[in-house]
């Protein structure tokens, strides 16, 4: 990942003289803003994001903290929203040749990121956009219009798990890997990308009750026990239901099989390709399983993160 310091704007780098910052995972250092934790890059794309970008009524933004299965979102409502211009039976699908990613731009990672000004001529309406953004950091004009939000949530152990792996594929070898201890000890103070994990889940928690039109809360691991029931809710929620000629026709099932770890992770472009803003494709798909996380941390880290897990989210009737 670029972090260099050169793009930054004036009011970016005047900004994050005054932040709380602490060491990073990767090389560079994270600042708190807003509560929570950035890279520099990514700083400056929140900025850029709530400084410039205008939201229309009928966009549609996939929420997630880094390591969350952002990918598998991306892929599924992409697929979902364009089935009839794509149909996923079809050999020239996009997620056949393009990183979900590609597909589904993060504001802040991809259309503002490094002073980007970004053109929207070429997308389709509704337009589909993601961000690991914290609810309190979005863009005014998305929190005052009727767009949607999806939220997709994993447990705290495999995302922890996940985003370790994740980190230590980033880091030059020169410094070698990051250590489980030093990452579960960050993740724990809340010092992870976009963390506290508990309170960005919890602000778009309270969202999807207080608006449950505008915010749909979805869990990985819900999605991974029950994925038709899931695919369903989420394209109903999106404003594209499957009929029930579709549901005859196996659509759903397509989408799904399409969408898996197995299928993805299995193409030359997740297996050799890069993204557009350079990371390796295959950086993003490691296991895709629910519970990969007790082959990594002890016992007591288990119960460490569950006490935390139960103190942050106590009477707000949120288990993950
Ligand atoms: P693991 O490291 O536990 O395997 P993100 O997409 O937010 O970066 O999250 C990456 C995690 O989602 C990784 O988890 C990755 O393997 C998993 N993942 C990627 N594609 C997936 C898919 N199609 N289905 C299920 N999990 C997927």
């Given at each position: 990942?670029h972090?260099?310091?050169?793009e ?30 950035h ?24 929420v ?60 389709v ?56 201890e ?101 950086a ?37």
């Amino acid at each position: 990942l670029h972090e260099d310091q050169n793009e930054l704007s004036q009011e970016c780098r005047h900004l994050m003289s005054s932040l709380p910052r602490d060491k990073g995972w990767v090389v560079n250092h994270l600042f708190n803003y807003q509560g929570f934790w950035h890279t520099t890059r990514q700083l400056q794309g929140v900025l850029a994001s709530q400084k410039l970008f205008q939201a229309q009524q009928t966009d549609l933004f996939l929420v997630t903290t880094p390591k969350s299965g952002t990918t598998w979102l991306k892929a599924m409502a992409f697929a979902i929203l364009n089935r009839d211009r794509y149909p996923c039976n079809n050999d020239h699908h996009p997620l056949l040749y393009s990183n979900p990613h590609d597909l589904v731009p993060f504001l802040e990672l991809k259309l503002y990121v490094d002073n980007n000004v970004p053109d929207f001529t070429n997308f389709v309406s509704p337009r589909l956009f993601s961000t690991h953004m914290p609810y309190i950091s979005l863009p005014d004009s998305i929190k005052n219009s009727k767009c949607k939000i999806v939220y997709l949530c994993r447990n705290p152990r495999d995302t922890l798990i996940s985003l370790w792996h994740f980190t230590n594929k980033l880091r030059p070898k020169t410094i070698g890997n990051i250590s489980l201890e030093e990452a579960f000890e960050k993740f724990c103070k809340g010092v992870s990308l976009c963390g506290p994990f508990w309170d960005h889940v919890l602000e778009y928690w309270k969202q999807s009750l207080e608006m449950p039109e505008r915010v749909l809360f979805v869990k990985y691991e819900e999605i991974k026990e029950e994925p038709k029931v899931h695919l369903n809710r989420l394209a109903k929620f999106l404003g594209y239901p499957f009929s029930v000629e579709e549901e005859k026709l196996g659509v759903v099932d397509e989408i799904l099989n399409l969408c898996s770890f197995d299928s993805l992770s299995n193409l030359m472009v997740n297996r050799m390709g890069k993204l557009l803003t350079g990371e390796d494709n295959k950086a993003f798909f490691r296991k895709g399983e629910v519970g990969d996380s007790g082959n990594y941390l002890t016992p007591e880290m288990i119960q460490h993160l569950d006490v935390i897990t139960e103190n942050k989210f106590i009477g707000y009737g949120l288990e993950v």
